[in-house]
């Protein structure tokens, strides 16, 4: 788990504040039209475009868990055959 600590200065006292934060941060580029499909499943859900993306990526690597290599190289023939890059 993640904290931050701050430490204000305020009238002589000292407040201090600890931001514990339960999530990471991970930021990566996506097709325009890739990200249109994630907002529009985010807006039929009623939810975050974070939250949808946290959970497609969560079954993913739950997928390649139990499938292990063999998962990554059906999404990459798969893309392929679609003329898409990864």
Same mark, same amino acid.
């Given at each position: 788990?993640?904290?931050? *600590?701050? *430490?204000?200065? =305020? #009238?002589?006292?000292?407040? =201090?504040? !600890? =931001?514990?934060? @339960?999530?990471?941060? *991970?930021?990566? %580029? !996506? #097709?325009?039209?890739?990200?249109?499909?994630?907002?529009?499943?985010?807006?039929?859900?009623? %939810? #975050? =475009?974070?939250? !949808?993306?946290?959970?497609?990526?969560?079954?993913? !690597?739950?997928?390649? @868990? @139990?499938?292990?290599?063999?998962?990554?190289? %059906?999404? *990459?023939?798969?893309? @392929?055959?679609?003329?898409? %890059?990864?």
């Amino acid at each position: 788990m993640q904290s931050n *600590l701050w *430490l204000f200065l =305020v #009238s002589g006292a000292v407040i =201090v504040f !600890v =931001v514990t934060t @339960k999530k990471g941060f *991970l930021a990566f %580029r !996506v #097709s325009p039209d890739l990200k249109k499909e994630i907002q529009g499943i985010a807006n039929s859900e009623a %939810r #975050s =475009v974070s939250q !949808v993306c946290e959970l497609l990526l969560s079954e993913g !690597v739950q997928a390649y @868990k @139990k499938q292990g290599p063999k998962f990554m190289h %059906r999404l *990459l023939a798969k893309q @392929k055959g679609q003329g898409q %890059r990864l």
